[in-house]
């Protein structure tokens, strides 16, 4: 059973691994799960006294000392390597948090006196932890239903078996170190790259939302039906959701909207009905609203198809789990 967790491998701070899914969780994990249990996106009636519970705010003003205490070793020792050897070329996030604090110029000047500036370690925490918090779930739940539909199509996996071989070599154990030395081979699996993005059009567990304001009104589109074209629908009061899953399984935007076929992203006919609309594919939203972490998140899954998928042949073995428990 394929069921990954938060992995907390933070190449944000210094390549530091904590191996959580090979033993015991951290207090770090423990602390960053228990935050998100107790995070609320829209207070009202139903959960206000919940909400305000002070056991509640307790825990949060707990778990952030755990997560500070936790990642400030790791960010000081980066800021020290960093003074010594101003031309590292391992760029993490500490590192551009401590280029923008210099300037931004490209190398780095930091002194000392940056390891106990409460403000730069509350900055650099706060963008860690945000990354942590919006990418380890979805990450890991992408890439289970990743591997649930290749379980599904044996001939889509046969052939990202066959692009493995040929791009990272027949021997599926020198996999992790041929990528190690040249990393540049990830971005050569075009058919891979294919198959991720099509399971996240398939399966989009993502989307995003914001609060409805006075004066933000929504309008029905043309052609949406009697009473609703042209009518201008407020949103305060309302959570305003972006709907990503419903764009990537419509009929007039995809041809076999509801079928698995990764060859729409290989193709450049621009007559080719299978090819994607422009702006269609939205699991990391667009422009200003596009992901940050999204580059971060191709790579990581890549590697996982790269170093699993000729290893193992995953079934789905959820009734069994079931039956279990």
């Not at 990764?262 to 702006?279: A, H, Q, S, W």
């Amino acid at each position: 059973m394929l069921c990954p967790d938060l992995n907390m491998n933070l190449p944000y701070t210094r390549n530091e691994r904590f191996h959580e899914q090979a033993g015991k969780r951290s207090a770090m994990s423990v602390a960053l799960l228990d935050t998100i249990s107790r995070m609320y996106f829209y207070v009202h009636i139903g959960n206000i006294i919940s909400y305000l519970s002070p056991w509640r705010h307790f825990k949060l003003w707990r778990n952030y000392r755990i997560l500070s205490k936790s990642l400030t070793p790791f960010i000081q020792e980066r800021v020290v390597e960093l003074k010594q050897n101003q031309q590292a070329t391992n760029k993490t996030l500490v590192d551009l948090i401590v280029q923008s604090q210099d300037g931004g110029e490209g190398e780095c000047a930091t002194g000392s006196a940056l390891l106990f500036d409460n403000d730069f370690l509350n900055v650099a925490i706060g963008q860690i932890t945000t990354f942590l918090f919006a990418g380890h779930d979805t990450t890991a739940t992408t890439i289970c239903w990743l591997f649930h539909l290749l379980s599904q199509h044996p001939k889509v996996l046969a052939r990202v078996r066959a692009e493995h071989d040929a791009i990272l070599g027949p021997d599926t154990r020198q996999a992790a170190s041929t990528l190690k030395e040249n990393p540049q081979l990830l971005n050569s699996l075009t058919y891979t790259h294919a198959v991720l993005k099509e399971s996240m059009r398939v399966h989009t567990n993502v989307g995003s939302m914001r609060r409805g304001e006075p004066g933000f009104f929504l309008v029905g589109p043309p052609g949406s039906g009697p009473g609703c074209e042209g009518k201008r629908f407020p949103t305060e009061g309302f959570i305003v959701w972006d709907g990503t899953f419903a764009i990537h399984r419509d009929p007039e935007l995809w041809h076999r909207a509801n079928e698995f076929v990764p060859e729409r992203f290989l193709t450049t006919d621009e007559n080719d009905l299978l090819r994607p609309p422009k702006n269609a594919w939205r699991f990391f939203e667009l422009g200003p609203r596009g992901c940050i972490g999204q580059h971060l998140a191709i790579v990581e899954i890549k590697l996982v198809m790269a170093l699993v998928a000729r290893s193992f042949d995953i079934e789905c073995a959820w009734d069994e789990w079931d039956h279990n428990r």
